[in-house]
């Protein structure tokens, strides 16, 4: 596809579940971000990988948020044992490339987020 | 204090009215990003810009880098322009973005 496409679109935990959350990526990008958006607020910074490298994971809250992208394309967000407070909405983001600075080479493009409710 | 501040936090306007958000930051910049979120979460990249002023369609961004303040505008507005726009700004140390509260524009019809 042409954009950043994240699944599910919306998803309903009990709380003690574990979820998984897809984020597919712009083909060739090498960058791929997660940010969690809880209600009424911006986006926070969770996680970054360079191809399948995670190489800033500061963002994710506890031990039961787990990201993997193993092939350096598909990305997985895993929460463990869901609790209340971690409904939002999870972004994902893709660019050509991370580094800082300004460059079209790093403008990240956004998927359409998976909403997360635990009840 | 935020490091990057959005002003104003709600906007309401009629159709055809001339739109400015504004956005004021603190800390040492490479970029900055201006981006729309609808109701459902999706977010849209409106602009990059680190200098300057950039235009598409109905859209101006600006930039002053001496003032690290940048405006967005919306000429002509109309009712599907109803949406949150987001400043937000790539630190110059890292490839992290730092992301304004978010102004709610809503146009009437």
């Known amino acids: 596809g042409a954009g950043v496409s994240q699944s599910p679109r919306y998803k309903v935990a009990k709380r003690g579940q574990d979820v998984a959350l897809r984020c597919d990526p712009i083909?060739?990008?090498?960058?791929l971000f997660w940010y969690q958006q809880a209600l009424g607020q911006g986006p926070e910074f969770l996680t970054y990988?360079?191809?399948?490298?995670?190489?800033?994971k500061s963002g994710l809250p506890s031990d039961r948020f787990f990201a993997e992208r193993p092939e350096g394309s598909v990305s997985t967000l895993k929460i463990q044992r869901t609790q209340q407070e971690d409904s939002a909405v999870y972004l994902c983001?893709?660019?050509?490339?991370?580094?800082?600075?300004?460059?079209?080479?790093?403008?990240?493009?956004f998927g359409p987020g998976t909403r997360l409710t635990v009840l | 204090k935020n490091e990057v501040e959005q002003s104003p936090q709600n906007l309401t306007a009629q159709e055809g009215e001339f739109i400015t958000i504004n956005c004021s930051y603190s800390v040492g910049i490479s970029a900055l990003h201006w981006l729309q979120q609808h109701p459902g979460g999706g977010i849209v990249s409106l602009f990059m810009?680190?200098?300057?002023?950039k235009k598409h369609g109905r859209l101006i961004a600006t930039i002053n880098i001496q003032e690290k303040h940048s405006s967005l505008h919306i000429t002509a507005s109309h009712p599907r322009d109803s949406a949150v726009y987001i400043c937000?700004?790539?630190?110059?140390?890292?490839?992290?973005?730092?992301w304004g509260a978010g102004t709610k524009l809503i146009i009437k019809p």
């Open positions: 983001a893709s660019s050509l490339d991370g580094l800082a600075g300004a460059s079209s080479y790093n403008e990240q493009f």
């Open positions: 937000a700004v790539e630190s110059d140390s890292n490839y992290q973005l730092i």
């Open positions: 990988f360079q191809n399948e490298a995670q190489l800033d």
């Open positions: 083909s060739g990008h090498v960058s």
């Open positions: 810009l680190s200098s300057g002023k």
